[in-house]
Nanobody
Framework: QVQLVESGGGLVQAGGSLRLSCAAS????????MGWFRQAPGKEREFVAG???????YYAASVKGRFTISRDNAKNTVYLQMSSLKPEDTAVYYC?????????????????WGQGAQVTVSS
């Protein structure tokens, strides 16, 4: 498994931007597909965005056009750039790593998880 540590969470006003980072260690980062998930209070965890080993990306409908996932294999890091943030984006955001080669929005397809980063969007 790979170890993951998120950073960059915080409080932002609606309409603002925030960038999350997830640093990986322990295994070959470039072998992994990466994903971002989030969980709001009282709600189930949901998929946000994913990026495959070769850079292909895919998004949940609720964030498409506002969020951008990217990866830097030289830095063993995946990013989530969030723009036009809404109060409903408030959640703990988790990055995840998996060895699947096809896009997956299912948490159980990812093998390793970070500890989470709180994102709060005020109205």
């Amino acid at each position: 498994q790979v170890q993951l540590v998120e950073s960059g969470g915080g409080l932002v006003q609606a309409g603002g931007s925030l960038r999350l980072s997830c640093a990986a260690s322990g295994r070959t980062f470039s072998d992994y597909a990466m994903g971002w998930f989030r969980q709001a209070p009282g709600k189930e965890r949901e998929f946000v965005a994913g990026i495959l080993k070769r850079g292909g990306t895919y998004y949940a409908a609720s964030v498409k056009g506002r969020f951008t996932i990217s990866r830097d294999n030289a830095k063993n890091t995946v990013y989530l750039q969030m723009s036009s943030l809404k109060p409903e984006d408030t959640a703990v955001y988790y990055c995840a790593a998996g060895l699947r080669v096809v896009p997956s929005t299912t948490g159980s397809d990812f093998d390793s998880w970070g500890q989470g980063a709180q994102v709060t969007v005020s109205s």
